[in-house]
């Protein structure tokens, strides 16, 4: 508690897999190990398999134990945990642990930061009043709002009404030594994938009616393509249901969970990301340093990723005639796939490094922290 360097309380709902979550990861493992300690603080509880993958040793991590529904003496407990681990700087992510900054406001942390990474499918867009009160108000007391995208910045200056000053967008990083493109044997059916949590907000259902769609349209195609989902969760089901109407499960891979994200992404040949909304999606990045093409929706910050016509194609939201002619075009033209996934791992090299983004967390943290 009272070793040098810059200690961050991290508050997250809960500590498991998926794309903000592996952002914390990514950063924690990346600050210099010399100048800072962490704490992760979880709203609710952490899976501590997921959890062993931050390797830095300078890391602790902590279950808050909220109730479901509205928990009030989580505050107690959260007041009581920062007065005693003392950090310098707390970071909040999303709505859910927004609240958490009174507590913080109250412990006397010094520098506090609210992270802002995409939209919960009770809010796709936003527009949820009270949900803009609650960041207005408690945004006085919030010295740094990070937004993960110009479309997260835009939403918390304009309509939020967050002084501009108090907002830095910073874009995640991906790893371009773990996530590299592979060759691809021209000899197989193309492999049309996605990687995310089976919910609602993630829409995979929608690439799978396309691509139901693209084959009853085609049937040419049928073994010629395969589809391949990746991550659990409430939707996964419905996916098998539509597959099995069609009688196109044994041209389907539901893979589940893994934590081998880069081997799936270069058993693909062509990402999609069918979401609602989003905020910067770590997976897009993922498949763009894979070599990937990728098709994804025109919301949030996907249309700041993919180049449309250049690194992939953008397409309305559950638009299935705009899905199934991308997807068509794609699996038609090996040299298109090979073209804009060149394009699209270039891309982040230039502007999604890794360095890039924790120097940006960085410079926050150290100038809030003194």
């Not at 193309?190 to 993630?202: A, E, F, L, S, Y």
């Amino acid at each position: 508690m009272n070793a040098p360097g810059i200690a961050v309380a991290h508050v997250l709902y809960r500590f498991a897999i998926g794309g903000l979550e592996n952002g914390v990861v990514n950063l924690i493992n990346r600050l210099p190990r010399e100048r800072y300690r962490h704490y992760v603080l979880c709203l609710t509880d952490y899976d501590p398999a997921f959890a062993a993958r931050i390797v830095s040793g300078n890391c602790e991590l902590f279950a808050l134990n909220k109730r479901e529904g509205q928990d009030f003496a989580i505050w107690g407990r959260a007041h009581a945990l920062l007065r005693r681990l003392r950090p310098q700087v707390l970071h909040t992510r999303n709505f859910a642990a927004l609240e958490l900054q009174l507590a913080g406001i109250a412990a006397g942390v010094h520098g506090r930061v609210h992270g802002e990474h995409g939209w919960d499918v009770q809010d796709l867009d936003g527009t949820n009043r009270r949900h803009r009160l609650v960041r207005r108000a408690l945004g006085l007391g919030v010295q740094r709002f990070i937004a993960l995208s110009r479309d997260l910045e835009r939403y918390l200056v304009r309509d939020v009404g967050i002084r501009p000053a108090k907002v830095v967008q910073i874009y995640n990083g991906v790893d371009d030594k773990v996530f590299v493109p592979l060759p691809r044997d021209p000899g197989r059916p193309v492999v049309i994938g996605t990687v995310g949590r089976m919910k609602t907000v993630k829409n995979q259902t929608f690439l799978v009616e396309s691509f139901v769609t693209l084959v009853a349209r085609r049937p040419e195609l049928r073994e010629r393509m395969r589809l391949r989902l990746v991550g659990s969760g409430p939707l996964l089901a419905q996916c098998q249901t539509l597959l099995d109407r069609a009688g196109l499960a044994e041209r389907a891979d539901i893979v589940g969970d893994s934590d081998r994200v880069a081997e799936e992404l270069n058993a693909m040949d062509l990402f999609v990301l069918p979401s609602l909304a989003e905020g910067i999606s770590n997976t897009i990045l993922e498949a763009m340093a894979a070599g990937l093409p990728v098709v994804a929706t025109a919301t949030g910050g996907n249309p700041e990723l993919v180049a449309d016509g250049t690194t992939g194609r953008l397409v309305a939201v559950n638009d299935t005639e705009a899905l199934v002619a991308a997807l068509a075009a794609y699996v038609d033209d090996a040299g298109l796939r090979a073209r804009h996934g060149a394009a699209a791992r270039a891309r982040v090299e230039r502007e999604f490094s890794m360095a890039k983004m924790v120097g940006a967390y960085d410079a926050v943290y150290q100038s809030l922290a003194h």
